[in-house]
């Protein structure tokens, strides 16, 4: 049942009517019970045994999978359909050019066959769809020799030039997914790798080249390449002269809505490098321009994007000086079902800091509460980062909370899980930020002598807060305030600002 209401929690509400006129045009009989059965998937959270009993009043399992299974296959068949009408139906109207074409030609009917091709070519090149040019420019030549108006020449060398940027879209399409294996490495299984290494090692075995003729989607994946390296090192300072540059380019291409899914990734990528960057009005303005890329073709991305796009928007506010206006934005969303389980968890922390920071530690709590999952469940579904994060955060609260038990119990395990991934990764410092949180909680008077600030000052110094990750500077504005005495979340902006 999983993979049903993963599916059925995908659909925006305009689909879920689509859905059941499709339902009822395909029942044969008036006692289908497929859109029941839909109807209480969509809107309850009831499980198999009780959707079973509430269908057939009894435990009529067999009768029940076999409706679950059609079902099942609707939706696909459904979403299949869609995605014909809608995100594909530039390259099936393309396809059946060829196809007619193909028919002209085998009748000699070259003339009207040409015609339809340059047609196919015509669309083909402005949604820079390589594979199917690729197609087009193998019939064209393919019968050249029928047809004495066209330039055979001046064909090959198109298709030449097409299968270069086609072969760099297959470089480039290589390069992500061999990155996004080694970052699932790091992430999810704490493996300590040299990034930078294999990135660069990477791009020069594929000679990776950016130019104007890159798809949206090419321009993605470079942007997301340098994502990749900036989250695993969180050196956001590195990259955004290359994404900004990067962005330039997009920005000279003509004005479309193909590939959207792509350029709102894209637009995603900047903002967000922008935030981590402490830019947050440029941020904003970028996060402006997502929501608008979201509304287009009716919205079909809104949903898949909503997540993110508010996130984001929250944290810009929180290190804005608009923290009621960030924790009111998670507030609207952190409850709503959504398969983007990685960013869900990403809210709930976000909203944990932003409760802590304004030092409500009930609300904080409460959310705490709700990360009742091992650890390890969790680095599968977001990533060892956000877990300790998550474990760090914790502590603090707990100190805050006086819960002696819950603090040692769980700073003892964090040591004994984290110490030796940390000392690899070379973030020594959250490990001598811990050692500095537990010597204020066993002896909080210290904090207030000369001794304490000049080790706390040594042991933290950076090169500059500019090129400091944002989220490392909030753990530490927490020690600092403690030595200030002020407010912590008036204490982390300043440190923000500097």
């Known amino acids: 049942m999983t993979g049903i209401k993963s599916i059925i929690d995908t659909l925006t509400n305009e689909d879920h009517q689509k859905f059941v006129s499709y339902l009822q045009q395909k029942n044969k009989r008036k006692d289908t019970k497929n859109i029941q059965l839909f109807k209480l998937l969509a809107n309850s959270n009831d499980d198999s045994k009780a959707i079973c009993k509430h269908l057939y009043n009894a435990e009529n399992s067999n009768a029940y999978h076999a409706l679950r299974k059609r079902l099942f296959q609707a939706l696909i068949d459904f979403t299949a359909n869609k995605n014909l009408e ?10 059946k050019y060829i196809l007619a074409s193909r028919t002209f030609l085998l009748q000699n009917n070259f003339s009207i066959a040409y015609k339809i091709l340059d047609k196919a070519e015509r669309l083909a090149d402005e949604y820079l769809l390589f594979g199917i040019l690729n197609e087009i420019y193998h019939t064209k030549i393919q019968y050249a020799s029928n047809y004495p ?6 064909l090959i060398i198109k298709q030449k030039s097409n299968q270069k940027k086609h072969q760099l879209e297959d470089r480039l399409n290589m390069v992500y997914a061999k990155l996004k294996c080694v970052l699932n490495e790091v992430t999810y299984k704490g493996t300590v790798i040299d990034f930078e290494y294999e990135l660069e090692s990477l791009l020069k075995e594929h000679h990776i080249e950016i130019n104007t003729s890159l798809s949206f989607k090419s321009l993605y994946q470079i942007l997301a390449i340098a994502n990749i390296s900036a989250l695993v090192t969180n050196k956001y300072y590195t990259i955004e002269s290359f994404v900004m540059k990067t962005y330039d380019i997009l920005r000279q291409k003509k004005e479309t809505d193909k590939q959207l899914y792509y350029q709102i990734q894209i637009v995603y990528i900047i903002a967000n490098t922008l935030f981590r960057n402490k830019k947050f009005e440029a941020s904003l303005q970028y996060i402006q321009e997502m929501d608008q890329l979201m509304l287009l073709k009716k919205s079909t991305y809104y949903k898949s994007f909503i997540l993110k796009k508010t996130l984001l928007e929250a944290l810009n506010f929180n290190y804005s000086n608009l923290q009621n206006k960030a924790i009111s934005l998670l507030e609207r969303i952190i409850n709503i079902k959504h398969h983007d389980i990685e960013t869900l968890l990403d809210v709930h ?5 932003f409760y802590f920071q304004n030092e409500d530690f009930k609300k904080a709590k409460s959310i705490s509460a709700k ?10 579904k977001a990533g060892i980062d956000w877990v300790i994060k998550k474990n760090v955060a914790e502590l603090l609260l707990y100190i805050e909370l006086q819960e002696d038990d819950l603090f040692y119990s769980r700073l003892k395990s964090f040591r004994r899980r984290y110490t030796k991934y940390l000392k690899q990764i070379g973030q020594i410092r959250i490990l001598t930020f811990i050692k500095f949180a537990e010597h204020y909680y066993t002896k909080p008077e210290s904090i207030s002598t000369l ?11 950076w090169t500059t807060v500019n090129t400091e990750d944002i989220f490392i500077i909030s753990f530490y504005a927490w020690l600092k305030n403690k030595v200030e005495k002020g407010n912590l979340y008036q204490t982390t902006l300043k440190l923000v600002e500097l």
Do not use: G, P
């Open 86 to 95: 809608d995100e594909n139906s530039v390259d099936m109207q393309i396809i």
């Open 149 to 154: 108006k066209i330039d055979l020449e001046d």
């Open 349 to 353: 922390l976000a909203c944990f800091m």
């Open 371 to 380: 990360f009742y999952h091992t650890d390890q469940w969790y680095t599968e």
């Open 451 to 461: 001794e304490f600030r000049n080790k706390l000052e040594l042991s933290f110094e």
